[in-house]
């Protein structure tokens, strides 16, 4: 019953699914070039190839725990966050901004040499993203000494020119940004003339060594993914134009 409820009753995309297909089986007959395009869109809603998919995108690139190799700069992109009064600063970023930010972290802390730098704007007249990153990182006990931020970028080709700006001459650096971006990021920074170390983080599909657990349930976060991965997908072609 406890299925039935969270996977059919109360889950929005299996009643979207079901108003799709209602509508391919009304217009098959009669209207074909409306019945194929709602069988389409209904299909996107099942997580299985998206998930499958994403996986492979998110493992196009070594995580930096795998090699180890050694950078004078840990640079962490911005994701987002809210500058919500009240809330701890841990609190007041998100779940890709929160993976990478961690991740960045953990990363200065097996090398302390290194600076960590953040980048992000945020909303004019507050605080900005990277301010926010920074507040998080020395709450986990990294020293001021240690950060660097940058707040004026609002997207990642800002944030190569931006960060080259700040630290002219740099050779090399160890990028943090989230797995499905990673490979977008990683030829933007490049241009730079950069060698770019990748710490990708925020892994959104896990794969278990029994094999990943697909589900065939219709869900709105498939929707998500497809537009993730279309949007990842269309930004690497343009770069690489």
């Given amino acids: 019953m406890r299925f039935l409820a969270h996977q059919v009753f109360l889950n929005p995309g299996f009643?979207?699914?079901s108003i799709l297909i209602a509508g391919v089986i009304l217009?098959?007959?009669?209207r074909l070039w409306v019945s194929i395009p709602l069988l389409f869109l209904s299909m996107l809603l099942f997580s299985k190839p998206v998930q499958?998919?994403?996986a492979l995108e998110e493992?196009?690139?070594?995580?930096?725990?795998s090699e180890k190799k050694v950078a004078p700069y840990i640079l962490v992109l911005g994701a987002g966050g809210t500058p919500e009064q009240g809330l701890s600063p841990m609190h007041r970023i998100g779940g890709a901004s929160f993976h990478r930010v961690m991740q960045g972290i953990s990363i200065w802390k097996q090398l302390p040499e290194a600076r960590l730098v953040f980048t992000g704007a945020g909303v004019e007249g507050y605080v900005s993203l990277a301010e926010m990153y920074a507040e998080v990182a020395r709450e986990w006990g990294v020293p001021d000494a240690a950060i660097n931020i940058i707040t004026t970028p609002k997207n990642t080709q800002e944030e190569a020119k931006d960060f080259m700006a700040k630290f002219p001459g740099t050779k090399s650096v160890i990028l943090v940004t989230s797995a499905m971006h990673i490979q977008r990021a990683k030829k933007i920074f490049e241009k730079q003339g950069l060698e770019v170390i990748t710490a990708p983080s925020d892994y959104r599909v896990k794969l278990h060594p029994d094999?990943?657990?697909?589900?065939?349930?219709?869900s709105l976060d498939a929707m998500?993914?497809?537009s993730e991965l279309v949007k990842e997908k269309v930004g690497i072609m343009l770069v690489s134009g």
């Fill in 211 to 218: 094999g990943i657990q697909y589900s065939w349930i219709p």
């Fill in 52 to 54: 499958y998919l994403f």
């Fill in 59 to 65: 493992r196009k690139f070594p995580t930096w725990e």
């Fill in 27 to 30: 217009n098959y007959k009669k």
């Fill in 15 to 17: 009643w979207i699914f």
């Fill in 224 to 226: 998500q993914m497809w």
